[in-house]
């Protein structure tokens, strides 16, 4: 018997609302992300960190529902970063509560979000403050913030959503062991018999972190460190070598900085002191996969620091390096969001065959470079005459790099006297390697002034985030590591750009034009002026105001073309995005009505 037409649209209604209480009921937590880049979709990593949870985590996410009416961009953003953070809840198996907040003015949300020191960011005079930021409480009452979600860092939402949880489930903070051949706390200097203060990279990473000071002499490393960075290490013993490519092989993180010239070195500008101006770390980089340029200085011809010279004047200064966007990997938390970083004499890193490690550039520099001997460049007084020793090459150098992956140990065994299992090789090497450490002395990023008996410190360039970045970084697990950026959920309107290219294209035409004209009436003005002999009254003849008045008419012609252009260009736009609501609002639902349809009457004469 066939059912009628009514029967069959009330069968259809109910069948939808029990497959939709269906789904809410027992897959709630399935979901299916079709994005390119998988956007709404978590990383393995941040996965393996949601597992390692132990006590209950509450997040809070304070978002200005209302206050952010209008702001198209930052709502759509704003709804990406609610769409991950319930990906987080429905992945952490009960471990993470989120709470979802509109702090309205003068709410006691509002405080809320000011005790946990959120930004409240404005969108105009006159306006209501707008939150998006995200604050974390543990069982031990811990807290972290991220104070907004900036859209610009689209790429590292998911790596700073999973930091901050991995922070809040291991609150215990960074350890890390420092080994170092430079005087970073101070002290006197041989040169001027006065006593240096400590360098402020050295008072940031006190301030951040748990430091155990290594003495250079020393055997052996602690036993509980997370981190260990190295700063010109040299005059090492054959045990403490040993134990740092043990450190690696156990999968001990490691931040290096190893130079072939250290001229911030009071005493590096005396004679016959360029071998020990170098670092001595290069057995154990050989078996991690690079190649290190010990014995020669970097030469950048495009981006050489003007500095002053001994006479007063101003020259460019081949080893001093001053590094801008577009040399730094923008797909690497460490050196994403970097704008500037100062240097000198740094050396070079080349990746060696052969190896199974896997070697990625950070930081490198521009193609106008070449490389001199250091003892050369230490004995130099003038920086002009390194132009003689500048060879010039295509290729960009390597300055700093991320070595991860196989590594083998440098040593067949364990040196005599030392008795701990010997480990052959990792299958997880985590290192930072940076080929200079001028850039982390004061002079190179940071000013000092007197405020009032206080010293304030202001950078000028980035070395010292890079540095906190890297540490940071290296701090956290490997799970955290292993997250890079991720893709990012704006598509652009590419037909409206063009339409916008375009149409800026013909603006810029017609501008040029009546600029032209501009000029050269100003210019037969000038003339006219002159050639009344300097007189304050500037008497024109019935041709001349003529002439005049018909360039203020054509003026005002060509600004109404300007106009009707720019009107032109919403119209297109305007036009298109009718066609588009066109298409979204009716075909695209006739048609699938139209398919329905079709579906229904081929089970009907199928009955």
Known sequence: MKLSNALTYILLVVAFFAATILNNTFFKSARLDLTENQVYSLSSGSKEILQQIDEPIQLYFFYSNKASEGLTTLRNYADRVLSLLREYESSANGKLKLHIIDPEPFSE???QADEFGLTAASSGVGTDSIYLGLAGRNALDDEQIIGFFDPQKEQ??????????????????????????????????????????????????????????????????????????????????????????QFAMGGGKILAFVDPHHESDPMAAMGGMTAANSSEIDLLLKNWGVQFTSEEVLLDAALGLDIRTQTGGITKHLGFVGLQRGMFDETDVTTANLDSINGASFGVFTELSGTETQVTPLIVSSDYVSTVNNGIYSSTREPEMLFDHFTGQSVPQNLAVRLSGKAISAFDNAPEGIESE?????????????????????????????????????????????????????GGNNSLISIRSRGTFARPFERVEALTVLAEERFREQEMALEQQLAETETQLSELQNSQGGSETLVLTAEQQQAIDSFMDKKIEIRKKLREVRHQLDKDIEDLGSTLKFINIFVMPLLLVLGLFMIQRSLRLRG
């Open 109 to 111: 949300a509002e405080d």
């Open 422 to 474: 010997h480990l052959k090789e990792t299958q997880q090497l985590n290192a930072i390697i940076v080929g200079d450490t001028d850039f982390l002395t004061d002079r190179f990023w940071v000013n000092q002034a007197n405020f009032f008996g206080q010293t304030i410190v202001t950078p000028f360039a980035d070395n010292g985030a890079f540095v906190t970045n890297a540490l940071e970084n290296l």
């Open 156 to 245: 590292f939402l998911e790596y700073d959503i999973t930091k901050m949880i991995y922070q809040l489930s291991d609150p215990t903070p960074l350890k890390m062991g420092l080994l170092s051949s430079l005087t970073l706390s101070g002290g006197q200097n041989p040169m001027t018999g006065q006593f240096d203060p400590a360098w402020t990279l050295y008072t940031q990473i006190q301030q951040l972190y748990s430091v155990e000071d290594i003495p250079q002499e020393a055997d052996a490393l602690p036993e509980d460190i997370d981190v260990l960075m190295l700063i010109h290490p040299i005059g090492l013993s054959e045990k403490l070598l040993y134990q740092i490519d």
